[in-house]
């Protein structure tokens, strides 16, 4: 008896750790741009022929999107990409794919190949869409997620993008803000709609909502944001204190894509076996800081390789070194090196560390050799959310992007459209 007990314990045991096994390889989709595995860097996803784009789509049109992504443990995978519908708030929406799909559900990623020349060796994937097997039949929110083909709950990667109508007529003035006290630090919008070729609106003001972002920048958009006045089929948004963004500061920025050569802001540049690590200039703080305009990408990066030429395969994976002197640690929040590179993500592998010798913040990321932009970002424990101004300071005369994002859901509409998405650059009136 004593020894059959031994036996079904066993079995217990094994049942035990066969189920947590199963359920931790298990990963839960985000409806976010995430990365799910430590192997998969530079994932970018922009319209075709310009990589600096932002992820947007016109419905029933010739546009097209290009996915592109490492995977660095160098064997090459046979993965499969879905599509999800989602509302305004990216939450999927309640509708069956073949609402939103015109062709299949899946299609697979066929496009891949290895770099040469590279110390660090990985594979190179691209994926075009829309294409023979994907196609859209509605606007709105988007999420694609690349898994492997034979087991759809091992993600590697989310992606946000979005399809519009582009329906209405969207007018967008970027000022400084009226009110006194927000005029050196912000700026203010004032955005109008013209609604008049839009049909089904009988509640403009439950029916039309308005997300603006600052350079794409989900984390931090304005939402639902009601309009002011409505004027024979005009939607107005004017207001002293809904419409106001901090301006922040012009982006940081190094460039990696030569190991031979110093470029602005790299210290130094070292061999250590096997990899090239790139050390930049200490940074200062900016807060207090005067402020100059640079031009920067707003926070994006591309990639480039000054000795090769084809990039995508030949541009090596280095170490950059970042350093920031602080006097004291923040004990309210963490510091993240942010930006399009880590996916504007506050996670342990771009959070940085205090060095109470030195005084100083410092980590390294492994980054793929190209330009890049970067801001400090303070992330309160509480609150979780970032903030730029504490290491960046804010200034009105800063360049940023505004992308205005216009949702509307029809009266007994079973999903949310995407009428109209519209930019506007603070500089370029």
Known sequence: MGRKRKINGKIVLSIVFLLVTLYSSAVQLRYDDYVYEDSIKTVLLFQKGNSLSYPVLRLNSGDKLVLMFDDLTGNARNLSVKFVHCDENWKPSNISTMDYMTTFEVDNITDYDYSFNTLMYYVHYKYEFPNDNIGFKISGNYVLYVYESDNEDKILLSKRFVITEDMIKVNIRVKTPELPMYRKNYQELYVNLDI????????????????????NRWKTLHKNIKPYSIQDKKLIYRYDDKLLFKGNNEFRYFNTKTTRFLSQHIATIRYEKPYYHFYLYPDPVKKYKQYLYEKDLNGKYYIDVQDGNNPELEADYVYVHFYLPYDVPLLT?????????????????????????????????LLKQGFYNYHYTFVDKQTGKPDDTLIEGSYNDTENDYLVYVYFRPAGGRYTRLVAVSKANSLKQ
Do not use: C, F, R
Not at 201 to 213: A, E, H, R
Not at 346 to 363: F, G, M, P, S, V
């Open 196 to 215: 008049s070729s839009l049909s089904g609106v009988t509640s403009p003001m439950d029916q039309i909502k308005l997300y603006i972002l600052q350079n």
């Open 333 to 365: 929040g963490d510091l993240y090196i942010s930006g399009e590179m880590t996916n504007w993500q506050y996670t342990d592998e771009n959070k940085l560390k205090y060095d109470y010798e030195h005084k100083a913040y410092y980590t390294s990321l």
